[in-house]
Structures are given as C-alpha cells and as structure tokens.
Nanobody, 125 residues
Framework: QVQLVESGGGSVQAGGSLRLACEAS????????MGWFRQAPGKEREGVAR???????NYADSVKGRFTISKHNPENTLYLQMNGLKPEDTAMYYC???????????????????WGKGTLVTISS
C-alpha cells in the first residue's frame, strides 16, 4: 500500500504561481512513474505531468513551459511548480504512482496504482 497526500492548492489570480506537493508513504517502488492529474468540473481527468524514477519527465501540451514536475527523493515528495497560471488551469489536482513504466500522457492514468485525494486549484481572471 502507498498513501499519497497532496497539498499546496489554493486560489490565485491569473499569472500567479502555486507549488503543489504530494507526500508519499508506505511501501515504495524501486522503479516508478509518478504523475499529476487534474479534473475540472464537467471535464474528464487529464494527465498534466509525469516523472519516472530514471528522472525523465513529460508534460501535457497545455502546460509545457509553465509547469515543472520534480521529486525530492529524501523526503519522498513529488512537486508541481505551476507558473503563469490561467483560469483554465482551475481544477482538482491529484497525484498518483504506478510501477515500472510511464504510459503516454493520454494514457498515463492507466499505469497508476495509487491516488491521492486531491487539492483544489482555483485561478481567477
């Protein structure tokens, strides 16, 4: 079992920044894929960013150049630095972890085994 707890959400104006954190505890993976996802009201969940245990990263086109995913291994914490926020970034943000492989961004959720409960991000114009 892995427990994931997100934090860092909030309300900011367009153009602002937020940093989300996801603290992982419990059994750990030696090889893993961790990702950030979001779901806006009335929309499907989408993969935002992912990082593999080998350090490689990938992003949804909508956030490239604005969001940065990173992981601080000693603290077992995943981060998502979000800059240049837009109203369309408003959503519940979730982190997740799966073993071994990272699927493509469109199928990223398929490889995830554990999910956090989410943190809400609201961007006002």
């Amino acid at each position: 079992q892995v427990q994931l707890v997100e934090s860092g959400g909030g309300s900011v104006q367009a153009g602002g920044s937020l940093r989300l954190a996801c603290e992982a505890s419990g059994n750990t993976y030696s090889n893993y894929c961790m990702g950030w996802f979001r779901q806006a009201p009335g929309k499907e969940r989408e993969g935002v960013a992912r990082i593999h245990s080998d350090g490689s990263t990938n992003y949804a086109d909508s956030v490239k150049g604005r969001f940065t995913i990173s992981k601080h291994n000693p603290e077992n914490t995943l981060y998502l630095q979000m800059n240049g926020l837009k109203p369309e970034d408003t959503a519940m943000y979730y982190c997740a972890i799966g073993g071994t492989y990272c699927f493509s961004m469109g199928r990223l959720a398929s490889g995830m085994d554990y999910w956090g409960k989410g943190t809400l991000v609201t961007i006002s114009s």
